[in-house]
Structure formats: C-alpha cells, structure tokens
C-alpha cells in the first residue's frame, strides 16, 4: 500500500466548496469519483484545505493510499482525462505513508482580488469582485498591518463555526494595485470559516471610508463578528500557494 499526493488546481464556480456533500457537486466528490473509476476500487481522498463553495484554488493537496502497479506521477495524467475540465490535477507523487496534509505544519496564501472599475469586465466576472466605488488602497494597506501576526480572530470567523481555538497567525498581509485590480494577498498558517472573504470585506469598508484603518484594532479586541464588515463575495479568492514547513 503507497499514499500518493495530488496537487488539485480547480474552478470552483460550479461547485458547493471541497468538502462531500449529500446531493452536491463537490471537488472531492469528482476526485474519488475519477480516482475510483480509474483504479477501480472504492476511493476517499484527504484534502488539505476545505475551500468554501465558489472558491478557486491553483494547488490544492490531497491524498489517497492504494496498492495500484501505476507510478504515483502518472496517475496525474490518468485522472486528468477522467475529471471534468474545470478539475485538473497538476502533480502526483508518492509521499511517506505518515503525511497527512492537515496534520502537518503548512503555510497557506490567499488571493483576493477586486476589480475596481466604472464598469465589469465579463472575463473577469467568475475571479474577482466587481465595485465601481473608488477604494483608497493606502487606507487598505494601513488597515491590513493590524492583522499581520498571532490574534484571536473571532470577529473575522463566521457565526456557528466549530473550532477550538480561534486564534490564528498570519506572516504577510498585502494590498497591491494591478491596473484596474485590487489584491489582497494573505499567508498564514490555517484560516477560519470565510476568514480570508471576512478580512477582504472589511478592508474594502474602510477602503470606501467607512472606518479608519485603526479601527481594525477595536475589532479584533472585541471577538464580535457583528463588529466586522460583510463578507466578501466567493468569486474573488483563490488558493494561490501551499508550503508544507
């Protein structure tokens, strides 16, 4: 028996986040679907992060075991011509039978981007949040310093998530102008339900001027997810990167 590691890029647009879901289109859902076709035994991956619905990723990492005679890097290319187009696995190979993806210190980054624009681009509709109203991205910038570091992120979780802890660290925080985009790039070492949509949210608040950047401060010493702003729409976030440490 060999535990293989994919590396899963995917547009999450017509799927109801990674996580199986009873009557639901899911990423891991086509992955053992794909995965059990192709090796013809009942297949179940571990996924490493469990993006919520309409969320994209570029790498994605699941893991199976199995005692198929295929080598571990081509299953990628067997897969690939079983999975829908918008799933596409980018690597497999084999790993140590121990790993475990979320058992394993990591470092994950987020994009979120924003078009800020008069009008929408169509190409761009399914990958970034469209606002016409101007945003002060050195306000955003300001704001964003706040977060940086090891904090009690309640207030930027959303209501009824089941967790142990609500603290989390993040290394890097940025805000950076592209054109007529805004992204929101965000490296840190796990996140809580919607964190990232939570954070993006309230940045682009203040952005449009409702708040000081200081404020962010208040809202996390108060663990109050009504002091926050709104959470970001799905289509903007991507998982761009994943570091095992």
């Not at 800020?116 to 704001?143: C, E, G, S, W």
């Not at 608040?205 to 950047?213: M, S």
């Not at 809202?219 to 570091?243: F, H, N, S």
């Amino acid at each position: 028996m060999k535990r293989v590691k994919l590396v899963v890029a995917y547009d999450g647009t017509a799927y109801h986040g990674w996580q199986l879901q009873p009557g639901r289109r899911t990423i891991e859902g086509e992955l053992n679907s794909a995965l059990s076709a192709l090796l013809q035994k009942e297949i179940q991956v571990i996924g490493a992060s469990r993006t919520d619905s309409g969320v994209h990723a570029l790498c994605n990492v699941a893991v199976f075991d199995t005692d198929t005679r295929i080598p571990a890097e081509k299953i990628s290319y067997a897969l690939n011509q079983r999975l829908p187009e918008d799933v596409r696995i980018q690597s497999s190979e084999e790993v140590e039978t121990t790993f475990h993806p979320r058992h394993c210190s990591s470092r994950k980054t987020y994009e979120y981007r924003i078009l800020n624009a008069h009008f929408p681009i169509p190409t761009k509709r399914l990958y970034a949040y469209f606002t016409y109203v101007p945003l002060d991205v050195k306000k955003m910038r300001q704001a964003a310093v706040y977060l940086e570091g090891e904090h009690d992120f309640k207030s930027f979780c959303a209501v009824g998530a089941v967790v142990e802890s609500t603290v989390r660290t993040i290394y890097e925080l940025t805000v950076e102008k592209e054109a007529d985009e805004i992204v929101i790039r965000v490296c840190g070492s796990g996140f809580l339900y919607n964190m990232v949509r939570i954070i993006a949210g309230t940045l682009m608040e203040i952005g449009r001027g409702n708040g000081r950047p200081e404020s962010v401060k208040t809202i996390l010493e108060a663990k109050d997810r009504q002091m926050a702003g709104p959470t970001a729409p799905a289509c903007g976030l991507t998982l761009v990167k994943y570091d095992f440490l």
